[in-house]
């Protein structure tokens, strides 16, 4: 049995969706254990580009369990179309698995999202994607969520529903608005959909732990990324669930010494989509050709995705605070036709700001608050860019062999700086746009 957790080591949009898909040849199982349908994560397989939000990419391979687990947040009509799209798609969705302990997203907490987004003021606003994350999870953290497996018991779900609608008005009141909730409807319309859903629901943890006891290979696919974690992220600009692998355990059930790899997703530059700090942000021309070349538009909300020079400071500290045991090196196709590339080693602040915080004035880990980031000067190393592979090229990319010497070079920059080893290299969307440098894929 290997049990891998797949994550992001960035600000989420690594490419987990390809790499994911990549790994789940060999699992028995695929698990997403947080966050909800703020992700999205693109899958690109003969030439079809699969967008997946809630339902693990592994269900793409056809013969995998899918589970959705614990600590996600579910919302039921999304997922419903979901499961529609890939079925029409022709991909068998028998595999798929909800658990009984996840939260529901409801109509309401999407309003909400909403409400809460546009009373921060502006420089507080956090870019969220609106899909009700931050408020199902409040509602989880107060004890008041509704979890998939209430569906069961209409009398608990409609006092439930009532609740939360209640709540949902007082909470709308207290930020001015009057929330025009239509109680009977969303119940009726939960039923529905609750109905459809409900062959799939099942106390994941037993499940999943019983295929630790047979041995079976399972693939835990995290979804955001370890800067937009809401304990180790660029706090209040994160997300509202863990997305650091220590989660992974908890939002799953498999216990953390069943856990044997920890594989951590780097894309070859850094982005960003939403508000907050981002210290390596091209602002300029080339900031433009990378998400250009890159074609860094958020998978689910189609926002642009801010660019930048890839951060080493938030690499090294990603695998240390994940105990990241091996990485996978995504899009390093989008940087070729560059003469230099800059790669950032580390951070300055200030004297005063350093002595004020108990540090150096060189950071080599990612501070903790943002007002020191803010402050932070990121220190570049320049090194060779890749200009002789043009876009033909990379489709004639078999082994290592044929990669270009200085990508060579910035991957060996990677792995020394952040003390980890890069395992996959991933050079195009498609699945054979990749390599294999364990040898165990
Ligand atoms: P995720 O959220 O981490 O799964 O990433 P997304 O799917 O949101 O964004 C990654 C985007 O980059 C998708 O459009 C992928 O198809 C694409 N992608 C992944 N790996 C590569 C790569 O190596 N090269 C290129 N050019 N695109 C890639
Ligand atoms: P994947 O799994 C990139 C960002 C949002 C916003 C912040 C909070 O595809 O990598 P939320 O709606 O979660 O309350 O928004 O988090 N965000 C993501 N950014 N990739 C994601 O997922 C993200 N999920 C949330 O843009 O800044
Ligand atoms: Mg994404």
Same mark, same amino acid.
């Given at each position: 049995m290997v049990c891998t957790i797949l994550m992001g %080591?960035?600000? /989420?949009? *690594?490419g987990k969706g390809k790499i994911t898909d990549i790994l789940a040849e060999k699992a028995d199982a695929v698990v997403r254990y947080q966050g909800g349908n703020n992700a999205g994560h693109t899958i690109v397989v003969g030439g079809r580009t699969f967008k997946l939000h809630l339902v693990p990419s592994g269900v793409i391979r056809g013969n995998k369990m899918a589970v959705i687990g614990d600590g996600t947040v579910i919302d039921p009509w999304v997922l419903k179309n979901e499961l529609d799209y890939l079925e029409d798609a022709g991909i068998n969705t028998a595999g798929v698995v909800i658990s009984d302990r996840a939260h529901l997203i409801m109509p309401y907490h999407k309003q909400l999202d909403g409400l809460q987004e546009a009373a921060r003021k502006d420089g507080g606003k956090v870019g969220t994607t609106g899909r009700g994350i931050g408020p199902c999870y409040q509602d989880k953290a107060a004890r008041v969520g509704i979890r998939v497996g209430d569906l069961r018991y209409p009398t608990l779900l409609k006092e439930k529903v009532e609740n939360g609608v209640r709540n949902a008005i007082l909470a709308g009141n207290a930020m001015g608005v009057d929330l025009e909730i239509d109680e009977v409807s969303v119940l009726r319309s939960l039923t529905e959909v609750g109905m459809t859903l409900l062959p799939h629901v099942r106390d994941a943890p037993l499940l999943l732990n019983g295929l630790v006891e047979s041995g079976k290979n399972i693939l835990l696919e995290g979804a955001q990324g370890t800067f937009l974690d =809401?304990?180790? /992220?660029t706090y209040p600009f994160v997300t509202s669930s863990s997305c650091t692998a220590g989660y992974a355990s908890a939002g799953s059930g =498999?216990?953390?010494? @069943? =856990? @044997?790899r920890i594989m951590g997703v780097v894309k070859a530059y850094t982005t960003r989509v939403g508000e907050g700090p981002f210290p390596t942000e091209l602002k300029d021309e080339v900031g433009k050709l990378i998400q250009e070349r890159g074609g *860094?538009?958020? %998978? %689910? %909300?189609?926002r642009p995705r801010r660019c930048g020079w890839l951060d080493l400071v938030m690499v090294r500290s990603s695998v240390r605070w994940n105990s990241i045991t091996d990485l996978a090196l995504t899009k390093v196709d989008v940087l070729s036709g560059f003469n230099d590339l800059k790669i950032c080693t580390g951070y300055r602040i200030p004297l005063e700001d350093a002595e004020n915080h108990g $540090?150096?004035? *060189? $950071?080599r880990y990612f501070p903790s608050h943002i007002k020191l980031l803010e402050k932070a000067t990121p220190v570049y190393k320049k090194v060779k860019g890749w200009t002789e592979m043009t876009g033909d090229d990379w489709k004639l990319v078999k082994g290592q062999e044929d990669l270009p010497g200085a990508l060579l070079d910035y991957m060996s920059m990677i792995e020394r700086e952040v003390n980890s080893s890069i395992s996959i290299v991933s050079f195009g969307r498609e699945r054979e746009h990749t390599i294999d440098l364990s040898g165990d894929l």
């Open positions: %080591t960035q600000w /989420g949009d *690594e =809401i304990d180790r /992220g =498999i216990g953390p010494f @069943d =856990i @044997d *860094e538009y958020g %998978t %689910t %909300t189609n $540090l150096g004035t *060189e $950071l």
